[in-house]
């Protein structure tokens, strides 16, 4: 059943219902509150700045995540180590085969230009050091703490991670530099540095690291698009 309204305009009557509703037509649609049109525009320069930065973490983030391709790399590979031999004897083309991979090797190494250093946190101190009478292959040693003595010689068989000196991890690299600064021997260019004792398990947390990395630029990428997006 419909009516009027006291003030002419049409209503529905729903039988049960304690009172009218009364049906609005489309002239008497709610207009927009001119006080919200007359709010100034939202600043693009924080807008832009914030797209800057978030860019900028973005790459940062990836160039990160795109330097521990190799230890993440070496981390997943698993498998026996391969015999290298004596590498005073080794071709350089077998070397370069068997980098960035878990090998075994003997050889005798030379005290003349080696170096020795320490790490934060651990005992045990390290030394790197040439293969005798070949300067472009070293050895990285971890000598227990305790054993760093006058007499401590220095071990002929090794096991480890084979990398140049230019791409090694993160706990070896400015080595070269180091080298070269405390010991006046430069290292050739394309040296091979063999890490006794560094497996792939060892290193694994580098693909934890690389994953953290590589979500954070996706979010970064993620917040850029919803943020230059237009609503419509």
Not at 90 to 109: C, F, I, M, Q, W
Not at 191 to 206: C, I, K, Q, S
């Amino acid at each position: 059943m419909s009516g009027y309204d006291v003030d002419g305009v049409p209503r529905e009557v729903i039988p049960g219902a304690q009172s009218p509703i009364a049906l609005r037509g489309p002239e008497s649609s709610e207009e927009l509150d001119p006080e919200l049109l007359a709010l100034p525009d939202p600043p693009r320069g924080g807008r832009t700045l914030t797209v800057a930065v978030l860019a900028a973490a973005a790459a940062l983030a990836l160039a990160l995540a795109f330097a521990l391709r190799r230890d993440v790399a070496f981390a997943l590979r698993g498998g026996a180590s391969d015999d290298l031999g004596d590498l005073h004897l080794t071709p350089l083309a077998n070397l370069a085969s068997d980098e960035n991979r878990l090998v075994r090797a003997e050889a005798l190494l030379g005290a003349a230009g080696g170096i020795r250093y320490e790490r934060p946190l651990v005992d045990d101190t390290f030394r790197t050091l040439p293969v005798a009478g070949r300067p472009d292959v070293w050895v990285d040693v971890r000598v227990p703490a305790g054993q760093e003595t006058g007499r401590w010689e220095p071990p002929r068989s090794f096991v480890g991670r084979l990398v140049r000196f230019g791409a090694a991890g993160p706990r070896h690299r400015g080595l070269a530099d180091a080298i070269a600064r405390v010991s006046r021997t430069d290292v050739p260019a394309g040296a091979f540095l063999l890490v006794d004792g560094e497996a792939p398990e060892d290193v694994r947390w580098t693909i934890l690291l690389a994953a953290t990395f590589v979500a954070c630029a996706a979010w970064n990428l993620i917040s850029i698009s919803r943020i230059v997006r237009r609503v419509k």
